[in-house]
């Protein structure tokens, strides 16, 4: 009767085990994303996932999301506002040279062209950022390029703008980030309740 139950716990253990990976490794539902992701297309399909990091928290509020223009003057937001308190660290999405830290149109901007993205090179925006680098530094995945500037925002509510564009044309910046980022949060093993230890 022992070997019976250790069995039977056997039995339950693989078929948890089974379950959890077949859950783990699945996609995604339709429809399941942060808030305001829109799916890849057009010129976005070919954005390289290098993003390790978000600019601003773990997985911080979309407050706008990315509104590509219909024209290169029409309305639209290229790119997507994260909700974020003044004094926020900003951290670069991923690892590149910093081509801009100043100031424009008054507000703190931060660009980093992102290094491995090809010619020309996927560029990284952020503001309103009080820059703590400057032109030419070399920056690391997640390291901090600022802090959320407390003016300068075009949101109702803090945030930062962060933009994405290779040359002259504006993408969706969430396409940098691979699928872990953006629709789950990492692994985690879960206890086994009720089945005894082998002996």
């Given at each position: 009767?022992r070997?019976?139950?250790?069995?039977?716990?056997c039995?339950?253990?693989?078929?948890?085990?089974v379950?959890?990976?077949?859950?783990?490794?699945?996609p995604p539902?339709?429809?399941?994303?942060a808030?305001?992701?829109?799916?890849?297309?057009?010129?976005d399909?070919g954005?390289?996932?290098?993003?390790?990091?978000?600019?601003?928290?773990?997985?911080?509020r979309?407050?706008?999301g990315?509104?590509?223009?219909?024209?290169?003057?029409?309305?639209?937001?290229r790119?997507?506002?994260?909700?974020?308190?003044?004094?926020?660290?900003?951290?670069?999405?991923?690892?590149?040279?910093?081509s801009?830290?100043?100031?424009?149109?008054?507000?703190?901007?931060?660009s980093?062209?992102?290094?491995?993205?090809?010619?020309?090179?996927?560029?990284?925006?952020?503001?309103?950022?009080?820059a703590?680098?400057?032109?030419?530094?070399?920056v690391?995945?997640?390291?901090?390029?600022?802090?959320?500037?407390p003016?300068g925002?075009?949101c109702?509510?803090?945030?930062v703008?962060?933009?994405?564009?290779?040359?002259?044309?504006?993408?969706?910046?969430l396409?940098?980030?691979?699928?872990?980022?953006?629709?789950?949060g990492?692994?985690?093993?879960?206890?086994?309740?009720?089945?005894?230890v082998?002996?």
């Amino acid at each position: 009767m022992r070997k019976s139950a250790f069995t039977r716990a056997c039995t339950r253990l693989v078929l948890l085990v089974v379950l959890t990976l077949a859950a783990l490794l699945a996609p995604p539902p339709p429809g399941l994303s942060a808030a305001g992701a829109v799916p890849p297309t057009g010129e976005d399909a070919g954005t390289p996932a290098v993003g390790r990091a978000w600019p601003v928290g773990v997985r911080p509020r979309v407050l706008r999301g990315w509104e590509p223009p219909a024209t290169v003057y029409g309305r639209g937001h290229r790119g997507v506002d994260l909700a974020a308190p003044p004094g926020t660290p900003v951290r670069a999405v991923a690892a590149g040279r910093v081509s801009f830290a100043g100031r424009v149109a008054g507000k703190g901007v931060v660009s980093v062209e992102l290094t491995g993205t090809g010619d020309p090179p996927l560029r990284t925006t952020y503001e309103p950022v009080r820059a703590s680098v400057t032109e030419d530094d070399e920056v690391t995945a997640g390291e901090v390029i600022g802090t959320v500037a407390p003016t300068g925002s075009h949101c109702t509510a803090p945030c930062v703008h962060w933009g994405l564009l290779r040359g002259d044309t504006y993408l969706n910046p969430l396409t940098l980030l691979p699928p872990r980022l953006l629709h789950r949060g990492p692994s985690r093993l879960l206890p086994v309740l009720g089945v005894p230890v082998p002996e």
